[in-house]
DNA sequence: ATTGGCGGA
């Protein structure tokens, strides 16, 4: 298969296939050690004796005095590392304990928050030290640091944010750009960012940027290339040996084929063996765990007693929970997840792995403004991926519900993010950084469209004068001091103009978030009952701002919650967003206003940033954008789902079985003539506000 | 007439 892979793991064997009867889904499978990646430690309270023999008996730590001199070597180097290598936490201490920091920061990058949280606490356990004194974090609302920080883990985006204030991020001495593989956003981002400032250092003859760039994934000449040919080092891994099986034959569906592969492994392995399935979305998983329950009464007595957890990231946080708490003896547990668990979350004791071969993948058509959530094949280096989950603590097997011909036809890596996603953001932080989008050295290039998608779009906010120019206005400077999508920093930014910057701040906020409403399937009617009271006829936006009123009047904020059938997590979340966004308003000067009953006000501000989206009825329930022209509906989580004015604004569409509208409120078509005179002429939408 | 893969600032 590919050659890389041999050269981590064991030895690839010929497939052979397995004898099973004919009603079955039949496997034929290959023994591979896995590749994988690498997961953050989990803490673990241990004395400082058996901490350092644990350090040492990490595979990296043989390497280490040749992993020194590489990287002192040169200024950039590629490190590839299996799970368990230890490379995320040892190989910053190595560079420290020789001093290749110097006067400088070391910075280790991760694209999830609580990875640099736990990241960053073990390692000052292991150095015997208090977290955010030698070893610190920086995460958003959260910053674990101090004058002596020399080791700092933090979020891509954080290390982002860092660059808006000094492009050449002269703090740092070295930075560590971790999990690349993953190719969030943010880190595609800082591939650019970090490569440039190291020449720039350079060029202006300032302190040396060193870049280590730490992966798992095969594609590897990628990175080094794109750094000019740049040592590759390789790190073996602890993975135990994990038995991949294909399908023999092409399955015309995959979720019933994992269900049956579910009782063929249920049938035969002896008990606590757990299985892991991978699937596609929270009504897939919902489905397949009834089918599941209903399938185990029927087995009463033959095989060992099988419970079944869901896991998505919408489920609330006990429930997933749940999927950690060991099996009881004589048990078995069947994990039926989204890709959440191939990256966010780890479980422990996986023995069997069912991968469905298929993921949900959102992509942005900038024609249209439209994001399409699609279930699509899923990549080679995704497979691995989920592959790996089984062999964490022993050997295990990894069944594929697709052959081994429609494996090799599978995309080698997944198309990056940046090249599938809106860029607005992006652009105009690219912008604030007086780069020019079009030119920026990405590690892949996005299509143009989307590139001139987002410049476009933040021509018609105001952001820059020009399509063609790369200069920002005053207001897209202010814009981009936001951690917001531009459309929501034009809203908040004009909010002072319409005299609603607290209600303003609260919508935004909660837009910011995941949904706050909690349905839990056995007690939707209640649930929806309790909701209606928060209700606005005029639409959505209105109806979080009531939400976030009574949220922050009450005091029992977790009981109020719960009566109320609301996700306290996300509204405290929002809470935060909430007062960071304040904050940053407060240092733009502006004044602090209210409209109290005036809620209209709200609605024509939320029209000053999402003119572009406003959709007409056609005819019963039908919509049509005015602008791209595209027939829609309103999502049935709207307020106004069963009300269908006649002129809406919306906040996005997205196509997952039909085009829907979500976030979604009643407007004036009459406000549009006032407030974006110069669109409504453009777009010749006169026969709308007559 | 009927519903949201995963992250992050």
């Known amino acids: 298969m590919d050659s890389k892979y041999n050269l981590v793991g064991g030895k690839s064997c010929p497939k052979f296939p397995t004898k099973k009867p004919a009603t079955v889904v039949n496997f034929g499978s290959s023994t591979k050690k896995a590749r994988l990646d690498q997961r953050p430690t989990e803490v673990t309270k241990l004395g400082p004796g058996t901490l350092l023999q644990q350090r ?5 730590y043989g390497v280490r005095n040749r992993l020194i001199s590489e990287i002192q070597k040169h200024s950039t180097v590629i490190i590839i590392g299996e799970t368990g290598s230890g490379k995320t936490t040892q190989i910053p201490q190595f560079m420290h304990e020789v001093r290749l920091d110097k006067n400088g920061i070391i910075g280790i990058t991760q694209p999830r928050r609580v990875a640099a949280i736990t990241l960053s606490q073990r390692v000052s356990q292991e150095m015997n030290t208090d977290c955010g004194a030698i070893v610190g974090y920086t995460v958003r609302f959260e910053d674990v640091t101090s004058e002596c920080t020399k080791l700092k883990y933090l979020t891509d985006g954080m290390l982002l944010r860092e660059a808006m204030l000094d492009t050449l991020l002269m703090s740092y001495s070295i930075i560590v750009l971790d999990e690349a593989h993953e190719r969030t956003v943010h880190t595609d ?16 003859l300032l302190k040396p940027l060193k870049i280590v760039v730490m992966s798992a994934t095969m594609d590897v000449d990628h990175f080094s290339d794109y750094f000019g040919s740049v040592p590759i080092l390789y790190l073996e891994g602890r993975q135990h040996p994990i038995q991949v ?3 023999l034959h092409r399955q015309d569906d995959y979720v019933f084929s994992c269900l049956v592969t579910i009782f063929q492994i249920h049938q035969d392995a002896p008990a606590n063996q757990d299985i892991l399935v991978f699937l596609t979305g929270q009504e897939e998983i919902e489905a397949m765990a009834r089918s599941i329950r209903l399938i185990v009464k029927d087995l009463d007595g033959k095989c060992p007693c099988l419970k079944v957890y869901p896991l998505y990231s919408s489920l609330p946080s006990h429930q997933q929970l749940d999927v950690f708490r060991p099996t009881p003896q004589g048990m078995r547990k069947v994990i039926l997840s989204t890709n959440i668990a191939e990256t966010s979350v780890t479980i422990s004791g996986i023995k069997y792995v069912i991968d469905s071969g298929m993921v949900k993948v959102r992509t942005h058509h900038p024609g249209t403004g439209l994001d399409v959530l ?3 094949r899923i990549s080679q280096a995704q497979a691995w991926q ?13 069944y594929r519900v697709y052959t081994f011909q429609e494996f090799d036809a599978m995309l080698k890596n997944s198309i990056p993010e940046i090249q599938r996603c809106n860029l607005t953001n992006v652009v105009l932080q690219l912008l604030a950084l007086e780069i020019d989008p079009l030119t920026f050295n990405f590690l892949d290039k996005p299509p143009k469209e989307l590139v001139n998608g987002a410049l476009q779009q933040l021509k018609q906010l105001g952001a820059i004068d020009t399509v063609e120019g790369t200069k920002l206005t005053e207001m897209g400077h202010q814009m981009a001091l936001f951690p917001l999508d531009p459309r ?4 908040l930014l004009s909010a002072k103009d319409y005299g609603c910057l607290e209600e303003i701040l609260s919508i935004v906020a909660l837009l910011s978030s995941e949904s706050v409403f909690v349905i839990p399937p056995s007690k939707r009617e209640k649930a929806v009952a309790a909701h209606t009271k928060f209700f606005s006829s005029s639409g959505d936006h209105i109806t979080l701002l009531n939400i976030y009123r ?11 919650c719960h009566e109320n059938f609301l996700n306290m997590r996300n509204l405290q979340y929002a809470s935060e967003v909430r007062s960071q966004l304040a904050e940053l308003c407060q240092r733009c000067k502006m004044q602090m206003s209210s409209c109290n009953q005036n809620v209209d006000q709200v609605r024509k501000c939320l029209v000053t940033g999402l003119f572009m989206n406003i959709a007409e009825l056609q005819r019963e329930r039908q919509y049509l954008t005015v602008e791209s022209r595209q027939i829609v509906a309103i ?9 269908h004015p006649h002129c809406v604004l919306f906040t996005e569409v997205i196509q997952t079985g039909s085009c829907y509208l979500r976030q979604v409120s009643q407007v004036d078509p009459e406000w549009l003539r006032d407030i974006v005179p110069e669109y409504v002429q453009q777009h010749r939408l006169l026969t709308l506000v007559s």
């Open 635 to 643: 999502h049935p989580s709207s307020v106004l789902y069963s009300l």
């Open 550 to 560: 009574s949220f922050s009047a009450v005091t029992q904020k977790k009981q109020w």
């Open 488 to 491: 929501f920093s034009k809203i």
């Open 189 to 204: 981002v800082l591939f650019g960012i970090v490569k440039q400032a190291q020449a720039l250092r350079d060029e202006k």
């Open 386 to 398: 989920r592959t790996g989950r089984a062999g964490r603590e022993s050997s295990g097997f990894c």
């Open 374 to 376: 699609k279930v699509q």
């Open 245 to 247: 099986f294909h399908a």
């Open 56 to 60: 040492k008996s990490l595979p990296v």
